[in-house]
């Protein structure tokens, strides 16, 4: 079992920069893959990032390579997702997420999901 807290929304100006925090619970963190996604209001949710158990790979959507990047922090049971350039289409309720399985782009193949945490996007 695992409950995730994001955290680090806010109201942020066109290219500036934001680091969301998830904040997770329970002893088994690290044997999680975890992923990032978002949702706009009347819009599905889509994939934003994922990253495996260890941290050593990676995957982003087309639309924020180059721009987001997530990471975690086995020790502290905490994955961030730092997004730099920030565009309004950016704007969303941004959802951490948990694997038992590999990571992956699917929503579907999530587990456990936090509450969410609202970005908002500019001029």
């Known amino acids: 079992q695992v409950q995730l807290v994001e955290s680090g929304g806010g109201l942020v100006q066109a290219g500036g920069s934001l680091r969301l925090s998830c904040a997770a619970s329970?002893?088994?963190?690290?044997?999680?893959?975890m992923g990032w996604f978002r949702q706009a209001p009347g819009k599905e949710r889509k994939f934003v990032a994922a990253?495996?158990?260890?941290?050593?790979?990676?995957d982003y959507t087309d639309s924020v390579k180059g721009r987001f990047t997530i990471s975690r922090d086995n020790a502290k049971n905490t994955v961030y997702l730092q997004m730099n350039s920030l565009k309004p289409e950016d704007t969303a309720v941004y959802y951490c997420?948990?694997?038992?399985?590999?990571?992956?782009?699917?929503?579907?193949?999530?587990?456990?999901w936090g509450q969410g945490t609202q970005v908002t996007d500019s001029t």
């Open positions: 329970g002893r088994t963190f690290s044997s999680y893959a």
């Open positions: 997420a948990a694997s038992r399985e590999s990571y992956s782009d699917n929503s579907r193949r999530y587990d456990y």
């Open positions: 990253i495996n158990w260890s941290g050593r790979n990676t």
